[in-house]
């Protein structure tokens, strides 16, 4: 999930742009210089306007944040990529005001923070920026990011205060300018032509409070002499099974604790899971029938009469799609080396690789839903296939995107329309950064979804949450086993199922890579 947070002492700047001195001819222009035809010097130009400052102060605590303050600590960045990050007007993607990758963004870190400066092009939304931050209008700005999972450090003083540092950014997605502060003491500038500092507030914590703003902040900090759930999974784990207590069991499987195991199933820190496009739905028994909601573009209102009874609407609303959850096995592997050393985070070893065993089944499966003969299959040989397909054969209604693996997107990603522009387009928003037709295209892996026998590019247009539907048991259960003479750890058992919705929500296609699929 991606959190945004305003930066305490930013210093943000906007840099004048100055003139640039007038220069002379050079000697060839001086020698075609006659009295009649008088070669004149350079015209003044003005230089690039810019922002630079702090997009992250290190060890500068936040204001509350909900019964907590946070800081970041100095070594949050180390190993990120940086190379793609984006500075943005209001972290909005259709305003983009410098990028690293075009190299109008520098990013810095050093003893203080990140330090950043963006050098902004002439438009009208980044000289509206500028504009504003040398005014005082616009004085806010912060950065978008997520966290690796368990890096996070929670400590409470003797008065009570609660503080989160953070050790460690997974993502840092853009720089942002926004226009309303959260931090009481955040200070940036912007050097007008007075050369006065004005002072502005640089870090935004809007997004955690609106997706936070109703919870409690329970089960965060873990008393020493407090024994919890995930205590006793740690030493269930590390007794090789033969520790129970606080655990519950079933049969003579422990089940894991829910605050292991929901941000695995909710797929918090999975980025590579289809299941985030389908509909997800939590059963509580083994088997049943779900009615979920469906797309109806012939459902209307009845007119009524004064006094008259409500009609009936003659439409189907629901389908009700039968569920029958399989069990699901499988094994989290774990060297004595690992147990035996306390330093390490146990729990967070077992939850990453449950969740890469939670990634691929739900892969795999979904994938068998969607090439299942309960969805029409196409053939496409050039790019006006695709669009008859995209804008004909799919309900308009639809949430479309595009799903494809690894090779046909290496494939569309060479092709390119009559006047010569790539036909896959920029969308940072969409998982592979591109679109196609306005819909987004997530790439998925060839070993997930292989080419055609006949060597065509396989693909899947349509809106995944109306095609296919996950029913998931949130209980799962582990038992300590040995594997084989060299190898011991978790066995693990989830329990879910996957099933189609509605048959008209996805089409598969076989796309030919002739030379006429560039068409």
Not at 86 to 91: I, K, P, Q, S, V
Not at 213 to 241: A, C, L, P, Q, Y
Not at 290 to 302: D, G, S, V
């Amino acid at each position: 999930m991606e959190d945004r947070r305003l930066t305490i002492n930013a210093e943000l700047r906007a840099a004048e742009p100055t003139p640039q001195a007038p220069t002379e001819p050079q000697d060839s222009d001086k020698q075609d210089k006659t009295d009649n035809n008088p070669q004149p010097a350079k015209t003044a130009q003005n230089s690039p306007k810019k922002l630079s400052g702090y997009a992250i102060v290190w060890n500068t605590p936040s204001k509350d944040l909900g019964g907590f303050k946070e800081v970041v600590s100095p070594d949050a960045l180390k190993g990120v990529d940086l190379s793609n990050v984006l500075m943005l007007n209001d972290h909005d993607y259709t305003q983009v005001l410098a990028s690293v990758k075009a190299g109008t963004l520098k990013l810095t870190p050093d003893d203080k923070g990140l330090y950043f400066e963006a050098t902004l092009p002439d438009t009208t939304t980044a000289n509206d920026v500028f504009a504003n931050v040398k005014a005082g209008n616009l004085d806010s700005c912060s950065f978008s990011f997520d966290v690796d999972d368990g890096s996070d450090k929670w400590e409470k003083d003797d008065q009570g205060n609660i503080t989160r540092t953070i050790n460690q950014i997974k993502d840092l997605f853009d720089v942002s300018v926004v226009a309303v502060p959260a931090y009481d003491s955040t200070n940036v500038a912007a050097n007008n032509s007075d050369n006065k500092d004005v002072q502005v507030n640089t870090r935004s914590y809007e997004q955690f409070i609106k997706g936070e703003n109703n919870k409690m902040t329970e089960k965060t900090i873990i008393d020493n002499n407090e024994k919890t759930e995930t205590r006793s999974f740690e030493d269930f784990i590390r007794s090789h099974g033969e520790m129970r207590d606080g655990l519950a069991t079933s049969g003579v499987a422990a089940v894991i604790p829910e605050e292991v195991v929901t941000p695995v199933l909710e797929l918090k820190n999975s980025k590579y899971n289809l299941a985030q496009y389908a509909t997800v739905k939590t059963v509580s028994a083994g088997s049943g029938h779900y009615p979920i909601a469906k797309r109806n573009n012939k459902a209307t209102l009845a007119t009524k009469e004064e006094l008259a009874e409500i009609a009936d609407v003659d439409a189907n609303m629901f389908e009700d799609v039968p569920f029958d959850v399989k069990t699901r096995a499988g094994k989290i592997a774990l060297s004595n080396e690992v147990i035996d050393d306390s330093a390490v985070d146990i729990v967070s070893e077992v939850k990453n690789q449950l969740q890469k065993l939670v990634d691929n089944t739900d892969n795999q499966n979904i994938m068998k839903v969607l090439t299942s003969a309960t969805f029409k299959k196409e053939n496409a040989t050039s790019t006006d296939d695709l669009k008859k397909i995209f804008n004909v054969e799919l309900d308009p209604a639809l949430n479309k995107m595009w799903l494809v693996n690894q090779s046909g997107f290496n494939y569309l990603d060479t092709l390119k329309d009559s006047e010569g522009r790539y036909l896959l387009q920029p969308n940072p928003t969409a998982a592979s950064g591109f679109s196609l037709f306005g819909a987004p295209v997530v790439m998925i892996s060839d070993a997930v979804m292989p080419n055609n026998t006949d060597g065509s590019f396989p693909m899947i247009a349509g809106d995944i949450s109306e095609a296919v539907a996950v029913f998931r048991r949130n209980q799962v259960t582990a038992q300590w086993d040995k594997f084989d003479q060299f190898a011991q750890g978790l066995s693990v058992i989830v329990r879910n199922d996957y099933k189609p919705i509605s048959a008209d929500a996805a089409i598969n296609i076989s796309l030919s890579n002739g030379k006429g699929a560039g068409k």
